[in-house]
C-alpha cells in the first residue's frame, strides 16, 4: 500500500509562488506514475501535472503550463509541484496521487493511491 502525504500549502497573495512536496512511502517509488489534481469548491477533482518515474516525461493542463512545474526526486521519495505567478483561481485543496505503470494519465479513476490534500489559498 503506497502512502503520499502533501505539504507545502499555505495563503499567497496572487502573482506569489508555492512549492508543494508529496512524501510517498513506498520503496518502489521510483516505478511509479505519479500526479497532482486538485479541488476547489463545489467543483469536480481536476488533473494538474504528471510525471513518469523517470523524470523525464510530463504533462500539464493547459491551465497552469508555463507556471507550474512538477519534479520528482527518487532517491528521496518525493514529488514536487513549484507553483509560480499563482492566480485566485489556483485556489484549491491540492492532492497528490500514485498509479502503477508507465504511462501519464490524467483521469481520476486511474490513481487508487492519494494523499489527504493540502490547501493552497491564493487572495486576490
Known amino acids: 500500500q503506497v502512502q503520499l502525504v502533501e505539504s507545502g500549502g499555505g495563503l499567497v497573495p496572487a502573482g506569489g509562488s508555492l512549492r508543494l512536496s508529496c512524501a510517498a512511502s513506498?520503496?518502489?517509488?521510483?516505478?511509479?506514475?505519479m500526479g497532482w489534481f486538485r479541488q476547489a469548491p463545489g467543483k469536480e477533482r481536476e488533473f494538474v501535472a504528471g510525471?513518469?518515474?523517470?523524470?523525464?516525461?510530463?504533462y500539464y493542463a493547459d491551465s497552469v503550463k508555463g507556471r507550474f512545474t512538477i519534479s520528482r526526486d527518487n532517491a528521496r521519495n518525493t514529488m514536487y509541484l513549484q507553483m509560480n505567478s499563482l492566480k485566485p483561481e489556483d485556489t484549491a485543496v491540492y492532492y497528490c496521487?500514485?498509479?502503477?505503470?508507465?504511462?501519464?494519465?490524467?483521469?481520476?479513476?486511474?490513481?487508487?493511491?492519494w494523499g489527504q490534500g493540502t490547501q493552497v489559498t491564493v487572495s486576490s
Open positions: 496521487a500514485a498509479r502503477n505503470g508507465l504511462v501519464i494519465v490524467s483521469t481520476r479513476s486511474q490513481y487508487p493511491y
Open positions: 513506498e520503496r518502489t517509488f521510483c516505478s511509479l506514475v
Open positions: 510525471i513518469k518515474w523517470s523524470g523525464g516525461s510530463t
